[in-house]
């Protein structure tokens, strides 16, 4: 059983920053791709940024240049580091790992940007 359990969600006012963190049961290595997903009060979970096995890096359109995702094969553990944050960045993040056949999910982290 893997689990993924996320830290640093918060309230922030706009032009703030927020450091996400997850960490992982197992080597973060075992995974195709971890990454991180947000869901917003009646909007679809929607991927955030990914960082595959080999460590390429894949963000949505609305946090390129402001967010970047960064791992820690020490620690076992995968970051967000969310810079120049908005309001429409409200929403539940959710840590995600990508196994061979399953996907696993973290229960989620609240991050709130006052305007």
């Known amino acids: 059983q893997v689990q993924l359990v996320e830290s640093g969600g918060g309230l922030v006012q706009a032009g703030g920053s927020l450091r996400l963190s997850c960490a992982a049961s197992?080597?973060?290595?075992?995974?195709?791709?971890m990454g991180w997903y947000r869901q917003a009060p009646g909007k679809q979970r929607e991927l955030v940024a990914r960082?595959?096995?080999?460590?390429?890096?894949d963000y949505a359109d609305s946090v390129k240049g402001r967010f970047t995702i960064s791992r820690d094969s020490v620690k076992n553990t995968l970051t967000l580091q969310m810079n120049s944050l908005k309001p429409e960045d409200t929403a539940v993040y959710y840590c995600?790992?990508?196994?061979?056949?399953?996907?696993?999910w973290g229960q989620g982290t609240q991050v709130t940007v006052s305007s």
């Open positions: 960082i595959i096995r080999g460590g390429m890096t």
């Open positions: 995600n790992a990508a196994g061979t056949l399953l996907d696993y």
């Open positions: 197992r080597s973060i290595f075992s995974f195709n791709a």
